[in-house]
């Protein structure tokens, strides 16, 4: 099966119940953000728009980086793709496995320990009893949480639960790799172990989707992008293209690009 990833002309619209006081900073943000836009409904109710009319292709072998401030829609696009939010309009269509790292940290029951919610996860995905303790073992060695791998996840240090939450959902697999921003979390040693554990699903998956803020990690792992602004596309090309006039224009307001569809 030939993987893919369509959105056709998505938005995505979620409410905003806030306080009086809290509506006077909302309306000061509006008018100064670079995110999705802020409004009212029919009924009166405040909403973000946080995708606004997204036209996106991907075919195998695509390797697309997405760059933009924070609030620009990146999160939230690369959520949509995985299937974690859905589009108010527009269509989404996947084909093939998604492999999503994503808010690590998630998921994990704090009452459980490590070994617990390895063993949880992994049944939730199918995994039968033989393969569970093979893959629990690799990542019991991956996250080198020594005795803490057998105490509960509240004890964790947030760096701690990020090992865990990242060695378990990269032994997961996947046709699509799709992954936000992770390689900023957790200390030099395990991110440069954690660097070279994506480059190893790179490889095997036929789409990735990587946001960064990083021009090294980009060049690492794509070999196009995406810079997104006020929850839209505004330009695409090679990475360095794309960075280069992203740290040129970043504090300002790009030209919206006139492409109809964008596809890599």
């Known amino acids: ?9 998505v938005h995505l619209r979620y409410p905003v119940i806030t306080s009086g006081k809290q509506q006077s900073i909302l309306g000061q943000v509006a008018r100064n953000a670079t995110f999705g836009l802020i409004g009212k409904n029919n009924s009166g109710l405040r909403i973000v728009h946080a995708l606004r009319g997204i036209n996106l292709k991907l075919g195998p ?3 697309l980086g997405v760059i933009g401030r924070n609030g620009s829609g990146k999160s939230t696009m690369l959520k949509t793709m995985a299937g974690v939010l859905h589009p108010s ?4 269509s996947v084909r093939g496995k998604i492999n999503s790292i994503l808010t690590l940290g998630a998921g994990l029951d704090p009452e459980k320990t490590g070994r617990e919610n390895v063993a949880m996860i992994l049944s939730l995905f199918g995994f039968d009893r033989s393969k569970m303790t093979n893959v629990s073992d690799e990542i019991e060695e991956f996250v080198e949480l020594d005795e ?8 964790y240090s947030s760096g701690m639960s990020v090992r865990l939450s990242f ?3 990269t032994a997961l697999e996947g046709d699509i790799l799709i ?3 992770v390689l900023g979390a957790g200390d030099a040693h395990f991110m440069q172990r954690a660097s070279e554990r994506i480059e190893k699903l790179a490889e095997n998956a036929s789409i990735m989707v990587f946001a960064s803020h990083s021009r090294a990690d980009l ?21 360095d293209e794309i960075f280069d006039a992203y740290e040129l224009n970043g504090d300002g307001v790009p030209p919206v690009s006139d492409k ?3 596809e890599f």
């Open 148 to 155: 803490f791998f057998d105490m509960p996840v509240r004890t």
């Open 1 to 9: 099966m030939r993987s893919s990833i369509e959105l056709a002309s």
């Open 260 to 262: 109809v569809k964008i």
């Open 89 to 92: 309009a527009g269509q989404l």
């Open 61 to 63: 072998k695509a390797r």
């Open 167 to 169: 060695g378990l959902v």
């Open 179 to 181: 992954i936000d921003e």
């Open 219 to 239: 060049k690492r792992f794509c070999k196009d992008a995406i810079w997104m602004h006020g929850g839209k596309i505004v330009a695409s090309g090679p990475v």
